[in-house]
């Protein structure tokens, strides 16, 4: 019986199939997503300039980097986009709804980067965004997984993806900011 309970728990841990492959687009240029204030980010407007993926939370100890990623845009916006996606996978660290996080995102952070709507970054409901930043068969760079909440993924001017930063690297780091301006 033990044995029975036991593969019946694998079985589910293995989760339901994410998005079939066919489906998960070819490049970052073909990812349109909704925004957090509604409308749509479209990928392919931000052809010539590198993409920093971030998932964020509002209730996380790493969530005063919305102040550095917020620098960091205006620092380098001639040549970077920076796009917030609210997951609540982490601890529960993003509860609120669109409205609320766009809300507390402008208020205390002034945020003026493109945020998406909110979305699981990782488990059997991942977002086919996630999906290809997380999945050499789709990024052709490496497999991740997102560990916590404001990992960052940074996509080159030809929509490679070229790095990524666990949480603890601060956006205005050297690390980060070298990636940028090579």
């Not at 970052?28 to 010539?48: H, M, N, P, Q, R």
């Not at 409901?125 to 960052?152: E, H």
Request: glycine fraction near 6%; proline fraction near 4%; charge should be positive.
């Amino acid at each position: 019986m033990r044995k029975i309970i036991s593969l019946i728990i694998s079985l589910f841990a293995l989760g339901a199939p994410r998005t079939n492959a066919q489906d998960i687009p070819k490049s970052i240029y073909d990812f349109k997503v909704e925004g957090l204030d509604g409308g749509t980010i479209d990928f392919s407007a931000f052809k010539g300039k590198k993409i920093l993926i971030v998932n964020t939370a509002s209730k996380c100890g790493y969530t005063p980097q919305y102040a550095d990623l917020q620098k960091l845009y205006e620092t380098y916006k001639d040549k970077l986009v920076i796009v917030g996606f609210p997951a609540n996978n982490f601890m529960f660290q993003e509860p609120g709804d669109n409205k609320k996080i766009s809300e507390f995102c402008k208020q205390n952070y002034g945020v003026t980067f493109p945020m998406a709507a909110k979305i699981s970054v990782k488990g059997k409901d991942m977002a086919a965004i996630y999906q290809w930043l997380t999945n050499k068969d789709y990024n052709n760079f490496d497999n991740t997984s997102v560990g916590w909440n404001f990992q960052k993924y940074l996509i080159d001017e030809k929509g490679n993806l070229v790095a990524m930063f666990p949480s603890k690297v601060k956006p205005m780091s050297d690390e980060i900011v070298n990636a940028i301006t090579k």
